[in-house]
């Protein structure tokens, strides 16, 4: 499976869009990218997925470079209740649960 | 709507003595049950899924079982805990077997004293 390599911590003053990076070189043709956030003491939460399109649902939108190396999870108006760790994820469609792997995420601090 | 509970919330245990983990699904059939775990400041480990009642798979080698006596229920237990087994313990679901979109509960935070 694909590697993501994430920054550890960025932050985002609250009303501004949180652009949250990450980097995949080596992914797959049939690997999509997901985004899962965890609140702290809180179990994780689905965010978004896709393949190579841009996808947009009410929490986000994922912006996927053509060559599906990187991708930048976009929430458009931060709040303080986005505070959270950012966990980006490439694995197949329907591959194993072992695949979901969490790694160390990024910690959004959204700022007053 | 479908919902997931895990319970105790917290937990306080002393080395040696058991442990009973216990996660409903609501508001479904047959779904994908997994336990993770997570230890302080790093990501989640997979320790057992489930696809359907009776059928149990561990990830890794531990101190801990888990079994699914009912179809929407899942328990994570041990017979003797070790300090190691301090950790947030979370319980997820999906209804598909590719696990492409899990739902997780709150979790259960345990520290072995």
């Known amino acids: 499976d694909a590697k993501t390599t994430q920054p550890t911590s960025m932050d985002c003053a609250e009303g501004r869009a949180a652009n949250l990076p990450c980097n995949h070189s080596t992914i797959s043709g049939n690997e999509y990218v997901y985004w899962y956030r965890q609140i702290h003491s809180q179990g994780p939460q689905y965010i978004i997925h896709g393949l190579k399109n841009n996808e947009t649902n009410e929490m986000a939108s994922l912006i996927i470079t053509e060559d599906r190396k990187s991708s930048t999870l976009i929430l458009p108006h931060a709040t303080l209740r986005d505070t959270a760790v950012y966990y980006c994820?490439?694995?197949?469609?329907?591959?194993?649960?072992?695949?979901?792997?969490f790694g160390s995420g990024t910690q959004l601090t959204v700022l007053p | 709507s479908q919902t997931i509970h895990q319970w105790p919330a917290t937990l306080v245990q002393p080395v040696g003595s058991p442990l009973s983990l216990e996660c409903t699904v609501e508001g479904t059939s047959n779904p994908n049950l997994y336990w993770y775990r997570q230890a302080a400041g790093r990501g989640l480990q997979l320790l057992f899924y489930s696809v359907g009642i009776g059928q149990i798979s561990s990830e890794v080698p531990q101190n801990l079982s888990a079994s699914r006596p009912q179809d929407r229920q899942f328990i994570l237990s041990s017979k003797k805990l070790l300090l190691s087994d301090s950790g947030f313990y979370l319980c997820?679901?999906?209804?598909?077997?590719?696990?492409?979109?899990?739902?997780f509960g709150a979790g259960s935070r345990l520290t072995v004293l």
């Open positions: 994820i490439v694995r197949p469609w329907g591959g194993s649960a072992r695949q979901l792997t």
């Open positions: 997820a679901w999906t209804a598909d077997s590719g696990a492409n979109v899990l739902t």
